[in-house]
T-cell receptor, first 116, second 115 residues
Framework: AQKITQTQPGMFVQEKEAVTLDCTYD???????LFWYKQPSSGEMIFLIY??????QNATEGRYSLNFQKARKSANLVISASQLGDSAMYFC?????????????FGDGTTLTVKP | GAGVSQSPSNKVTEKGKDVELRCDPI?????LYWYRQSLGQGLEFLIY????????KSGLPSDRFSAERTGGSVSTLTIQRTQQEDSAVYLC?????????????FGSGTQLSVL
């Protein structure tokens, strides 16, 4: 089974609206961490947000929040008040156990297009 | 420089030739990672450096791939006898330490095309 599944190859959202990008994961390790990265057309991956499996609250970073539903093994990214600059590819990633963040498994990504 | 720098940004080579890709991490970052990204896909881990040593080379796809890091700074990824399936974007990232929730800083990658 895929460790990280992003079911939406492409998403569209109107500027200033909120959008949710889906991510489901598969692991039997009780300790894990989930990351979201943004990759604009320039190619550079940019860290957005991190959620640890034992964190009690959903992570938030500015306009980004992570809707963490542990029982459903989902970690959806919510972007509020979308901006044109949010148009990019978004990747969900997971590290398991005590492996370091750099050895995360990545999903195939979702391309987000923000319409003016 | 302020960020992770990779060179060249684009490399076109002929099948069978060797190529070297360079990564200059953020100064002071001890951990360095190489990844491969095929078109429309996520990142595939290749190798990890802590300082100059490589405790994890498990992602290198074949013995044609090797990497080194010198002075705890610059790293080069070498692909020998390139094949068409090696065509991809090669990304490098660095982090201050190698921790479970460490923030990674990425370069813009090298687009490798093997003809």
């Amino acid at each position: 089974a895929q460790k990280i599944t992003q079911t939406q190859p492409g998403m569209f959202v109107q500027e200033k609206e909120a959008v949710t990008l889906d991510c489901t994961y598969d692991t039997s390790d009780p300790s894990y961490g989930l990351f979201w990265y943004k990759q604009p057309s320039s190619g550079e991956m940019i860290f957005l947000i991190y959620q640890g499996s034992y964190d009690q609250q959903n992570a938030t970073e500015g306009r980004y929040s992570l809707n963490f539903q542990k029982a459903r093994k989902s970690a959806n990214l919510v972007i509020s008040a979308s901006q044109l600059g949010d148009s990019a590819m978004y990747f969900c990633a997971m590290r398991e156990g005590n492996t370091n963040a750099g050895k995360s498994t990545f999903g195939d990504g979702t391309t987000l297009t923000v319409k003016p | 420089g302020a960020g992770v720098s990779q060179s060249p940004s684009n490399k076109v080579t002929e099948k069978g030739k060797d190529v070297e890709l360079r990564c200059d991490p953020i100064s002071g970052h001890t951990a360095l990672y190489w990844y491969r990204q095929s078109l429309g896909q996520g990142l595939e881990f290749l190798i990890y450096f802590q300082g100059n040593s490589a405790p994890d080379k498990s992602g290198l796809p074949s013995d044609r791939f090797s990497a080194e890091r010198t002075g705890g700074s610059v790293s080069t990824l070498t692909i020998q006898r390139t094949q068409q399936e090696d065509s991809a974007v090669y990304l490098c990232a660095s982090s201050l330490e190698s921790a479970t929730n460490e923030k990674l800083f990425f370069g813009s990658g090298t687009q490798l095309s093997v003809l």
